[in-house]
């Protein structure tokens, strides 16, 4: 990967990160007729996003490819991303609304179900008082979240063979928020120059203690004891996003065994590996990467009016260089993204025959249009600091260059959910030319979770049905209200969240 000033090469291809792109008019996929147009829309953008014109079907679909490796046989090539719903109950267990979610992640016919969602390993570890956590008292709910989503699964597929469920295990860290929507109660590892100030940390805020990071290593291990009882089939030690994984491989300026190099900043993750080793055996382990960061955004003040937030750009950086605060960043110049480390990680992870994948950016907290590329962006969020696509195409280059290096693992392709209806089209062709083992569908499958399945089955794409990234799934949430489709599904749209949340937005 070479570094330009102003950009990021990636395998040839150049992506620029750099401010002002949103001037430049973006054109609403949804008005985009056929395929045909959608390849020309990309080639204007100058981007290269792999793209089939015809969608095939039955054994001949690159979705519906058997994969074997490391001991993991998985049926098919769609996956379903984690997706929490802020709607467990207060001691953590799920609600009607969750099982909903399962259910969904059932009927999607992805063999891959990775995570399902972030299950807190102990509530004061949990990123909202409606996130689920793990624990003998939620043990008989998370079995029956399982055998929901397995009910329905078969019923689209006809057969449970080659399905495979992971848990994903985390600890919210910086973004703990377990008794009140509305006081964030953050774990830190190290002191971040500019997200204590964004949370309103003092410059006496405790960091956590080595004596403390052993606490939650034993809850760790606990709880994938538990997943492993429960019959899942693998946990997912969660490195991405800002939470407590991914802090941990940041924690340049950390002193101690759990910072500073990067064989302390991953011995987290070995210890959490090896405990689940020994007491778990017949457990595998996934990770979940932020493979990439940039420093936080915040919408560009001389252009929000109105309530109306103006174009992300970048965080005053220029007085932290080098950079020191970030996993994957380039340290001199830290709005581009440098994969040195993350190839590293990698490298570690085939050491530790940690083969299952799924990678992401940033983080939705602090640079959302890099993790969940959206034209309408979430309530604490900006407008598109640069044409989604740009970004999408992002995250699969990315993906794709950590693929090409690394053959051996099994990787889930993130960020798929703006191609809107011509998801299955790239979806097949990112498969059919490696670029990622699994197409992973993230905001689609709250409002169609069926579609790839379908396509796979020869019928044409819903188009009504198509997520448009309106970002109430993640609006909702940052107002104390569950995660879900409001736009598009009944269950969401006719509730009395939905009132409730026009009337957050509209005093917003
Ligand atoms: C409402 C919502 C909930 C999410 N929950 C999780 C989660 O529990 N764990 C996780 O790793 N990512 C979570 N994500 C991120 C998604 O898994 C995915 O990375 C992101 O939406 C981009 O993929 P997409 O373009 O297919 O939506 C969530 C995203 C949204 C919008």
Avoid at 84 to 101: I, L, Y
Avoid at 143 to 160: I, Y
Avoid at 178 to 199: F, Q, T
Avoid at 422 to 437: C, G, I, K, M, N
């Amino acid at each position: 990967m070479l570094d330009s000033g102003a950009g990021v090469w990636i395998s040839g291809e150049f992506f620029r990160m750099e401010e002002g792109m949103s001037t430049l008019p973006i054109l609403r996929l949804g008005t985009v007729k056929d395929v045909a147009r959608f390849r020309e829309h990309l080639r204007s953008l100058g981007l290269t996003i792999p793209c089939d014109n015809e969608l095939a079907n039955g054994a001949d679909s690159p979705l519906r490819a058997p994969i074997e490796r490391g001991g993991i046989k998985i049926g098919n090539r769609i996956a379903v991303q984690p997706m929490e719903g802020w709607d467990g109950t207060a001691d953590g267990r799920p609600s009607e609304h969750t099982f909903e979610r399962w259910r969904k992640f059932g009927r999607s016919g992805g063999k891959l179900i990775w995570g399902g969602e972030a299950v807190a390993v102990s509530h004061d570890g949990r990123a909202n008082p409606n996130q689920l956590v793990i624990g003998e008292h939620t043990k008989k709910d998370l079995a029956a979240l399982r055998k929901t989503l397995m009910e329905e699964h078969v019923r689209t597929t006809g057969s449970d063979d080659g399905l495979v469920i992971g848990l994903q295990l985390t600890h919210s860290g910086r973004y703990c928020r377990p008794n009140r929507h509305d006081k964030p109660e953050p774990k830190i590892l190290y002191r971040h120059p500019i997200l204590d100030r964004k949370l309103g940390l003092a410059s006496d805020y405790p960091v956590l203690t080595d004596g403390e990071i052993e606490g939650i290593l034993e809850r760790f291990h606990t709880a994938a004891k538990i997943a492993e009882e429960l019959g899942f089939d693998f946990v997912d030690i969660k490195h991405c996003h800002g939470y407590l994984g991914h802090e941990f491989l940041s924690a340049h300026t950390r002193e101690g065994k759990f910072g500073g190099t990067l064989d302390n900043r991953t011995r987290f993750l070995r210890e959490i590996t090896h405990s689940i080793r020994v007491m778990a055996p017949r457990l595998k382990v996934g990770v979940r990467l932020s493979a990439f960061d940039i420093v936080p955004y915040k919408p560009d003040p001389a252009k929000s009016a109105g309530g109306k937030p103006g174009p992300g750009i970048p965080e005053e950086y220029a007085h932290l260089i080098p950079y020191r605060w970030g996993f994957g960043v380039d340290a001199q110049n830290p709005t581009q993204a440098d994969l040195t480390e993350t190839i590293q990680f990698l490298q570690l992870l085939e050491d530790l025959k940690i083969s299952l994948v799924n990678l992401t950016a940033g983080s939705p907290y602090y640079n959302p249009h890099l993790q969940r590329p959206a034209l309408y962006p979430p309530s604490d969020g900006y407008q598109p600091a640069e044409d989604p696509l740009i970004s999408v195409a992002r995250q699969m280059n990315v993906a794709r260059e950590l693929k090409a290096r690394f053959p051996k693992l099994l990787f889930v392709g993130t960020g798929y959910t703006y191609l809107q209806d011509y998801l299955p089209h790239v979806a097949q062709a990112a498969l059919r030319e490696s670029w990622t083992d699994f197409a992973g569908m993230g905001r689609m499958i709250l409002t169609y979770p069926e579609l790839l399945w379908n396509v796979s089955e020869g019928r044409a794409v819903e188009h009504k049905r198509v997520c448009r990234t309106f970002s109430d799934c993640t609006t909702a949430p940052r107002k104390g209200l569950p995660s879900g489709c409001y736009p598009l599904d009944p269950l969401y749209k006719n509730s009395e969240f939905a009132e409730k949340l026009k009337a957050a937005k509209a005093k917003a």
